[in-house]
C-alpha cells in the first residue's frame, strides 16, 4: 500500500465565509448520519418488539469488524424487530425524514441463516411494531418461502418495489446500499454494484427511524446478523 497523501492544514467542504471555514476536517453538520458497527450492543438502544413462544437472544457475534446476531424462538412467525429508540426503549425514534432536494444513503452488510423460511428488513421505517408491512419508509426486505430480496419504497401504504435485486445464499454476508439523488431518482447496490433505480414517486414523506428485524418462515430458529448500518440524509 502506498503511503496517504497528507493534507497538514486540513481540508474543508465549505466556503472561508462560513462559521467553519477554518476548521481542519470537514463540516460534520451537513448530514444526519447514524452509523453502527455492532462493536458493542446495548438492548436499550433500540425499541423492540418480540413475538415468539421460545426465547430470542441478541448479542454481539465474535467475527472481527463486530457483528450483531439475533437468533429468534424456534416457532413458526418468531420475529425480533429493532427499531432506534429515544428514550432508553420504550419510545421509537422518528429522526429521518427524506425530502426533494435532500440527497440520502442507506448501506448495511447482513446475512441469514436460511436463505428461503426467514424474512427480514433493513433500513428506514416509520414507527411500527410490525415493520415487515410497514405503511411508510425507504428499506431492503426479504419475503417468506423465496430465496431472493427486494428492495421498496412507500408512502400510505402505495408502494414501489424492485423486486428479486439479489438472490442469497444460506448464513452469507450481502452488502446492501440505496443512494437518493434528491431530485427523482433513487439507485440500489447490491455488493457495491448498481442494480437499478426507482423514482421517488412513493418516497414517504413521514418521520422514519432506523429499522432491521428478522422473523421466522418454519418452526426453527433463524439467526440474522448484521455488520454495519449506516444512514445519512442531508439536513
Known sequence: MSSPKR???GITNVPASNPLGQLTTLDPTQLTVFFDDFLRY?????????VETGTATEAVGDESGGVLVVTNGTSDNDSDMFQ???DGGTTVAETFKLATGKKAWIKTRCKTSDKTDSEFIVGLVDSDT????ASDGMFFIKADDVATLDFKTSKSSVSSTASSI????DDTYVELAC???GVETITYYVDGLP???LTDDTLPTTELSVTFGVKNGGAAAKVFSIDYLYIAVEK
Request: hydrophobic share 30%; glycine share 4%.
Open 130 to 133: 410490525t415493520p415487515l408491512d
Open 84 to 86: 432506534l429508540s429515544a
Open 179 to 181: 443512494y437518493y439523488d
Open 166 to 169: 439479489a438472490t442469497l445464499v
Open 195 to 197: 442494480k437499478g433505480t
Open 42 to 50: 446495548s438492548a436499550t438502544d433500540w425499541t423492540i418488539t418480540t
Open 7 to 9: 493534507y497538514s492544514n
